[in-house]
């Protein structure tokens, strides 16, 4: 993560925070484990404490980092000496990016599938994870991939986020000089997207795309906007008690209307009749795809109470999350590994009866994999920096290009360079 000095387009290398890696890590963890299931450490994911899941930290998390690491070029100056094309280039080619590793996981997971079921004789694997037009109706299914407009499960997420990255130029744009303007447009969009059902079509099924990113952007604009504040060492929305104990209350209601007897019940069938009356459903409902007001409340007051602790961040930022902060770092390559893990041990558990290939052994195994992976990414990428760390939760200390390595009190070590992966 970096902002431009303006200085002939040098760049003042900003150390990372440690709370962004850690919790993306973490968020990835979460989602693999949930795209295997029926193990039991599905059971310990964010989805059993909320309405909300790892797919809003995910959402969260690449919004505060986009904010940070492609900001500082979209300043004044920097338009000025640079030209707007050196801002928005980086940008686009990450989303680009995304693309092809959409197409390579889509490819890998028809693959996956297509051999479990050959090599299992199991054929109803190829009508699982949306695989029925591929085989069935393969002409169109060909020109629906690459289109984005057919999406196989647990391969889905990647499309919103690559529409929202290629729209991140102009969100950047509005939200330095006015941040609040671009925060009541992504909020009128998802409250316009819910009520007329906006979507992304799908082609050769109908309806629209999982991961509605009309309605998705609001997760992904909140972290933008709060990487666009940390990345001028200030707060999005200051620590309020009001706003923080409203944040814990909606936690703690969430948390017993899902486990106290009869409150949930109780609940939603108040809002189905607020729902009978004309009140937008995704207000009233749990819905996904539109991001239901109850679930983008829930991600908000967990962002935000979060945000307000400080032993959040020395826990992010010590030695015990350093495993997280790797996987965070390696965000992309994490998850596309995650994401063939996952595949292949549904496969595997659905069409094997070997007693090691069980939920309870497989998904322990497949986090030490990615683990490895991101080490060996990193380990092999000698010539790139190593991560720089803040040691406080306003960035306070920055690190240049000529400054030497050295060590602070806690321990995290200040390289004279910096990763910048968003």
């Given at each position: 993560m ?10 003042a ?12 890590g973490l968020?990835?963890?979460?989602i693999?484990?949930d795209?295997?299931p ?13 309405f909300?899941?790892?797919a ?14 492609y900001?500082?070029?979209?300043l004044?100056h920097?338009?000025?000496s640079?030209?707007?094309?050196h801002?928005v280039?980086?940008?686009?080619h ?6 092809l590793v ?8 028809i ?17 699982q994870?949306?695989?029925?037009q ?6 169109s ?20 986020y690559m ?7 102009f969100?950047?744009?509005l939200?330095l000089?006015?941040?609040?303007l671009?925060?009541g447009?992504?909020?009128?969009l ?5 009520l ?6 799908n ?8 991961f509605n990113?009309?309605s ?7 972290g ?9 060492k200030?707060r999005?929305?200051?620590?309020s ?6 944040s814990?209350?909606y936690?703690l ?12 019940p109780f609940?939603?069938h108040q ?5 009978s009356?004309?009140v937008p459903?995704?207000?009233?409902s749990?819905?996904?795809t539109?991001?239901a007001?109850p679930?983008?409340?829930h991600?908000?007051a967990l962002?935000?109470v ?11 930022a010590?030695a ?5 902060r790797l996987?965070?770092r390696?965000?992309l ?9 996952a595949?292949t ?5 659905k069409?094997s009866?070997?007693?090691l290939?069980?939920?309870?052994l497989?998904p322990p195994?497949?986090?030490?994999a990615?683990?490895?992976i991101?080490?060996v ?7 790139k ?8 939760p306003?960035g306070s ?5 000529s400054?030497?390595t ?11 360079k910096a990763?910048?992966?968003?």
């Amino acid at each position: 993560m970096s902002q431009p000095d303006g200085q002939g387009g040098a760049v003042a290398r900003r150390p990372r925070d440690p709370r962004i890696d850690a919790f993306r890590g973490l968020a990835l963890i979460m989602i693999f484990i949930d795209h295997v299931p029926g193990n039991p450490y599905e059971n310990f994911t964010i989805r059993n404490i909320g309405f909300s899941d790892a797919a809003e930290a995910f959402f969260v998390m690449s919004g505060v980092a986009a904010g940070l690491a492609y900001s500082g070029r979209f300043l004044p100056h920097n338009l000025a000496s640079n030209g707007l094309w050196h801002a928005v280039s980086p940008v686009w080619h990450r989303a680009w990016v995304l693309y092809l590793v959409q197409i390579f996981l889509t490819v890998w997971a028809i693959a996956i599938y297509s051999g479990g079921a050959m090599v299992f004789d199991m054929p109803a694997l190829t009508k699982q994870i949306n695989l029925t037009q591929v085989f069935e109706n393969t002409q169109s299914a060909l020109i629906g991939i690459p289109a984005l407009m057919h999406q196989l499960g647990y391969v889905n997420i990647l499309p919103a986020y690559m529409v929202l990255l290629g729209l991140t130029p102009f969100a950047i744009m509005l939200g330095l000089r006015r941040p609040w303007l671009l925060a009541g447009a992504s909020a009128l969009l998802w409250f316009c997207a819910g009520l007329w059902r906006l979507n992304m079509p799908n082609f050769p099924n109908a309806g629209g795309w999982f991961f509605n990113p009309f309605s998705w952007q609001a997760v992904f604009v909140c972290g933008l906007l709060i990487g666009l504040s940390l990345g001028r060492k200030q707060r999005f929305v200051p620590v309020s008690r009001m706003l923080l104990a409203l944040s814990v209350g909606y936690l703690l209601l969430v948390v017993v209307w899902r486990y106290v007897p009869g409150v949930g019940p109780f609940l939603n069938h108040q809002m189905a009749r607020l729902g009978s009356i004309g009140v937008p459903f995704h207000l009233v409902s749990h819905d996904k795809t539109f991001l239901a007001l109850p679930r983008l409340l829930h991600s908000l007051a967990l962002v935000y109470v979060l945000s307000c602790s400080g032993v959040v961040f020395q826990i992010t930022a010590s030695a015990i999350s350093a495993p997280l902060r790797l996987l965070g770092r390696q965000g992309l390559l994490v998850f596309a590994s995650g994401t063939l893990l996952a595949l292949t041990f549904n496969v595997l558990i659905k069409g094997s009866d070997i007693a090691l290939l069980n939920p309870f052994l497989l998904p322990p195994l497949g986090v030490v994999a990615m683990l490895v992976i991101a080490w060996v990414y990193e380990a092999a990428a000698s010539r790139k920096a190593h991560a720089v760390y803040a040691t406080d939760p306003r960035g306070s200390v920055l690190a240049r290009p000529s400054e030497t390595t050295r060590k602070f009190g806690n321990g995290l070590a200040l390289s004279k360079k910096a990763d910048v992966q968003a």
